[in-house]
């Protein structure tokens, strides 16, 4: 995480706000009582009272206007969503109760999405611990956690989360190996879980001040890049033949060693130095060979 990612001191508040049912309904019966004011006071126009139909008039006018810039202040909110609300530039809180509810009428509201999102990452060509150009892309699942920071602390927190999830992929891709040639280093092949659980842990640094939070971080795509694709394979296949050989020898090397106890523990035949290295060399060629061993029927002796 950069020092120079410095954190807000914004945090989100709940705004003042009550339900917006009780609301709707004064609204409704004052803007009622606004039309029946003006009604009353052209009916007493009408019979020549001026006075008290001037003042009927103004005060319907006055009370419907009223009603109507009260009923400015309702807000829907569906579930997954949330209202921050501003007054005059400045932050007054954040609605997150679902439903019709009611705030100042002369606030301003911004619809702000707290579903859980998806961003993935194109393939990013990076050059890993040991400097080999490497092919990988990551899916983040991340929502907003805190409106207020998600709003107010970086310009747009969307293209935030973006720049910052190619940011840390690339600087974990640089630093473990694709394939590691110590036996107990970490590489991004051999220790995905591990590898992802440390990108989440940097996302997580990355994004915190946005008020964004990661759930979940994965490699979607990971592979050696096309110009060294196929060396990579040949040593990778090579590793696996010398590790398949490795095991062959060792467990040819038991097989002789019990084979020659056993001869000597029965009696079956007495063999000297040069016989136990004739046997030992024909065992291990037939136990390691890769063909199928060609048998030769020495009708003579070992020595002739």
């Not at 920071?149 to 992929?169: G, H, L, R, S, Y």
Request: aromatic fraction near 4%.
């Amino acid at each position: 995480m950069p020092d120079a990612m410095a954190k807000t001191e914004i945090k989100e508040v709940p705004a003042r706000d009550i339900g917006g049912g009780l609301a709707l309904l004064l609204g409704l019966v004052g803007l009622l009582l606004g039309v029946g004011g003006v009604v009353v006071g052209a009916g007493l126009g009408a019979d020549g009272n001026k006075g008290a139909a001037a003042a009927f008039i103004a005060c319907g006018i006055l009370v419907g206007l009223a009603s109507i810039i009260a009923m400015c202040g309702l807000n829907t909110v569906a579930p997954g969503e949330a209202r921050v609300v501003q007054l005059f530039g400045r932050y007054r809180g954040t609605i997150r109760t679902e439903g019709l509810r009611w705030v100042n009428p002369f606030t301003s509201r911004s619809k702000l999405s707290t579903r859980v999102r998806n961003h993935e990452t194109a393939v990013l060509k990076v050059n890993d611990a040991y400097g080999n150009p490497i092919e990988l892309a990551a899916v983040v699942v991340w929502q907003v956690e805190d409106t207020a920071q998600a709003m107010f602390a970086v310009d747009d927190f969307q293209e935030f989360v973006a720049v910052q999830t190619e940011a840390a992929v690339r600087h974990i891709a640089i630093e473990y190996p694709y394939d590691a040639h110590e036996e107990d280093a970490l590489s991004l092949r051999g220790n995905a879980e591990e590898i992802t659980e440390k990108l989440a842990i940097e996302l997580h640094a990355r994004v915190e001040t946005a008020g964004v939070h990661i759930v979940e971080s994965r490699f979607t795509h990971l592979a050696y890049a096309p110009e060294i694709a196929s060396a990579m394979l040949q040593r990778q296949q090579a590793g696996a033949i010398v590790a398949a050989r490795q095991k062959i020898v060792d467990g040819a090397v038991g097989m002789v060693e019990q084979a020659l106890l056993r001869i000597g523990e029965q009696g079956i035949v007495e063999l000297d130095e040069e016989r136990k290295a004739a046997m030992v060399s024909n065992l291990m060629v037939v136990l390691c060979g890769d063909r199928a061993a060609q048998p030769v029927l020495n009708t003579g002796t070992l020595y002739q």
